[in-house]
């Protein structure tokens, strides 16, 4: 009975997408503002501050990651200034953007409800291992890893709100989760698209999930990707059943699947440290 209800549903919101009758999420005011800040060669530390200042939640939450051990300083933050000229401009626009979208993953439903939340609990788990993958491993920037993990399941929210107005759809567990296995993926990186990220950024849910990819070098798909495979390690998810030494993402990272977990031992408190200081 799922599978052709996954495949109507499908139709349906590729249908919706292209009449333009699929609500798609709009990046938050204050994300468009730290942004637009960010990419003026211009601006200061007290021209973002002035912006984040506008928002108690989110200057709450810089302070917080800049007291927390992944910036490691000996002396406590209490204000935002002082916090954003720890975290510098780079990290702090990236950080903002990041959590700004939290706030989007909320519903009315329940069960949809449900399901944003875990939706965005996996998304700063796979953002905290992105960033120390990309700092230990590779060249990329961090903070860009960091947020790449933070909206690789950005394109999950439409199909989630589809689903709060589709009775079937929501009644039935298996089909709203082969669905967002799916279509998230491509959707993900529309809306990115839509919202003018960085292309680097913009392949990251189209990519994420192809095992097989090869490219010249590491990019942030790779630190995305093994980030999710090393995150389902001693589990019985599906993605433990794949070959993994089959899979280049690993090898162009430096990284042996094989002896994974113990590579990863090193680096898992950063992990934690990380993960606790994007937690709200």
Known sequence: MAIPLVQQVKQDIIQALENDELVLPTLPEIALQVREVAENVTSSISDLTKILGRDAALSARMIKVANSPLI??????????????????DLTSNLAMGL???QMFQATSDVVDKRMRSCWSKSVEIAASSQVLARHFTNLQPDQALLAGLIHQIGKLPILAFAENNESLLNDSFALGKVLSVLHPSLGSYILKMWDFPEELVAVPKNYLIFDRTVDKVDYADIVQVATLQSYAGTDHPYTKLDWTKISSFDRLGLDPTTLIAEMEGISEEVTETQGALGG
């Open 100 to 102: 700004a979208m939290e």
């Open 72 to 89: 490691r300083t000996s002396s406590p933050v209490s204000d935002l200034n002082t916090a954003v000229s720890r975290l510098g401009i």
